[in-house]
């Protein structure tokens, strides 16, 4: 059997960016678009997607279910580590004295850093304790809607 590993990722990629989209996210592929979407006022949480397991099976899922709640920040945002290299860039140099992750979440108020879920707490959790996690930040940072 010969596989086309170029055109198997571009699939992942695509459902990745895909889910995404779906679940209410404006996805940023440029430094332009994320200097606009993260000067907005209000919260906004940033989703650095990635095509590891732990973005597939836990980080995009609770960036799905995360959302349905009484707090929710005003914007959705997702970069895409890997594929959109100059807006993950841009957008991690918002996150100061956080270290590059993906997948991870970070969470900002009037365009500076609130907090982020970084992939050391998401990767060998359920998508639920991240969902928690973000809800709590939520709580914490976001008005009711």
């Known amino acids: 059997m010969n596989i086309d590993f170029n055109l198997f990722m571009n699939d992942v990629v695509r459902q990745a960016r895909e889910d995404m989209v779906e679940a209410g996210y404006t996805q940023l592929?440029?430094?332009?678009?994320v200097d606009k979407a993260l000067s907005k006022k209000g919260t906004t949480l940033v989703m650095i997607n990635s095509v590891c397991g732990c973005a597939g099976g836990i980080a995009r899922p609770a960036a799905l279910h995360a959302?349905?709640?009484?707090?929710r920040p005003d914007h959705l945002v997702t970069v895409f580590a890997g594929q959109d290299k100059e807006a993950t860039e841009r957008a991690r140099s918002y996150f100061t004295n956080y270290p590059p992750s993906s997948p991870s979440f970070a969470l900002l108020k009037d365009g500076e850093i609130c907090t982020m879920v970084e992939r050391h707490e998401i990767e060998g959790y359920d998508p639920a304790a991240v969902v928690l996690k973000l809800q709590q930040a939520f709580d914490q940072y976001c008005e009711e809607i």
């Open 67 to 71: 959302v349905h709640y009484d707090k």
């Open 29 to 33: 592929t440029s430094a332009e678009e």
